[in-house]
């Protein structure tokens, strides 16, 4: 059975894992500007305060794990107040070893192991639109376990590194992920999988995107009238169905071009175009620019970079 989380993060290649550790004690609060790569936490022990921008506030406890697939800005504190210290993660990024907020002697009141991976996929804002912007799961002890491997894994020189931790974070992500695939979750992706219906509708779109889908089609497939189904999945997905199904066949276009290794004609056979002018005219009005040139650009970045 097709799966659609897994397509998509197979599209994003997560890899290239940095870990480190955190702590706090007394009167301490910090602010960090915007990232923009995926970053993660765990707490080990203790807890703490995390407001990140456009969120809720969260009081965080042992084994509670928060994954922030974009990384906006977020204010991370002690229970008791404090003015927080700005601090800009691009260059926190790259500190190592333990990292202590607030008092500096005596045992932490928090105790946090976190870290950031990066995505492959160069274009990757299109896929990271459909998840939420953040992910908290309470006592899950399988993530527990999946960041205390990852952060030994980062930390060694063992053969196999890179493969293993790239391995790991796809686990990471998908098990994260699916713990919050529920009616619950905001609209997105993970919302419409957790809905019986509208799931086999988007299972059917990732398994044969060359199929030249309608609205009714997928209503059938999903078993509801043409406007129950419609009004469902853009309640549910954030999205219309066949706005979806344009997104996905052009995240799929733009990885079968970067690829380089078949023609624009056939490309758009595969994500369900008749003709390639009408795909390039698709592609164009989606992307901005034409396939070919799309296509030249990352080679010529490719080029530059080796």
């Known amino acids: ?48 305060r995390l407001v990140v921008d456009g969120q809720a506030e969260l009081m965080l406890q042992a084994g509670d794990f928060v994954l922030l697939p974009t990384t906006p800005g ?29 008092r500096q002697e005596g045992p932490p009141a928090v105790r946090i192991l976190g ?49 293993v931790l790239t391995r790991l974070v796809e686990i990471l992500l998908v098990e994260a992920l699916r713990l919050t695939q529920t009616t619950d979750a905001p609209a997105g992706l993970l919302r419409g999988l957790g809905d019986a219906r509208l799931a086999e509708a988007i299972r059917q779109m990732h398994s044969d995107p060359a199929r030249p889908w309608t609205m009714a089609d997928l209503a059938k497939k999903a078993a509801l009238s043409r406007s129950a189904f419609f009004d469902r999945f853009a309640r549910n997905v954030g999205v219309p169905p066949m706005e979806y199904l344009l997104a996905w066949r052009m995240a799929l276009a733009k990885n079968l071009l970067r690829q380089q290794e078949i023609d624009i004609a056939e490309v758009a056979e595969r994500v369900g175009y008749g003709s390639a002018s009408t795909f390039s005219t698709a592609f164009s009005r989606y992307v901005g620019q034409p396939p070919g040139r799309y296509a030249r650009s990352f080679a010529n970045q490719n080029a530059a970079s080796s």
């Open 1 to 48: 059975m097709v799966d659609p989380l897994s397509d998509v993060i197979g599209l994003l290649r997560p890899q290239t894992v940095f870990t480190k550790g955190i702590s706090g004690a007394g009167r301490w609060g910090v602010r960090y500007g915007e990232f923009g790569h995926p970053s993660f936490a765990i707490v080990i022990e203790g807890s703490c």
């Open 74 to 102: 977020f204010t991370m504190s002690g229970l008791e107040p404090a003015t927080p210290e700005f601090i800009d993660p691009h260059i926190a990024a790259t500190a190592t070893g333990e990292v202590r907020h607030g």
């Open 115 to 163: 870290g950031y991976f990066i995505f492959g996929n160069e274009d990757s804002s299109l896929l990271l639109s459909l998840l939420p912007d953040q992910i908290h799961v309470r006592g899950v002890e399988r993530l527990s376990t999946l960041v205390k491997l990852l952060i030994e894994e980062a930390a060694s020189d063992h053969s196999g590194r890179t493969l």
